[in-house]
């Protein structure tokens, strides 16, 4: 009993953690040329959990568990979200100000 409390609080973190971003994301998309930094975070995460399974499928021996046809099919998945993203951006800066 006592073990299954610190998982399920767990659970509860990761839940509040994905409401958290997705609000942020609803915000974001309502105005993305205010918050195209939030957009490249996205790109960069899509990019990063497109890469660590391909890393876990060479460095793990986990092809007997799960297909690798599907761990390379949702890894191109999401790189393809991560560019569709990124060629959607906006361009301009806010107010004609430089970075």
Do not use: E
Request: hydrophobic share 60%; proline share 5%.
């Amino acid at each position: 009993m006592l073990l299954a409390i610190p998982s399920f609080l767990s659970a509860v973190g990761v839940s509040w953690l994905a409401l958290m971003l997705s609000v942020l994301f609803f915000f974001a998309s309502r105005d993305p040329v205010r918050n195209v930094a939030v957009v490249n975070a996205l790109i960069v995460v899509l990019c990063i959990l497109a890469i660590t399974p391909l890393l876990s499928l060479y460095t793990l021996d986990i092809r007997r568990l799960y297909p690798s046809y599907l761990i390379w099919g949702r890894s191109l998945i999401r790189l393809g979200l991560a560019a569709v993203l990124y060629f959607l951006r906006p361009r301009g800066t806010l107010g004609g100000q430089g970075y």
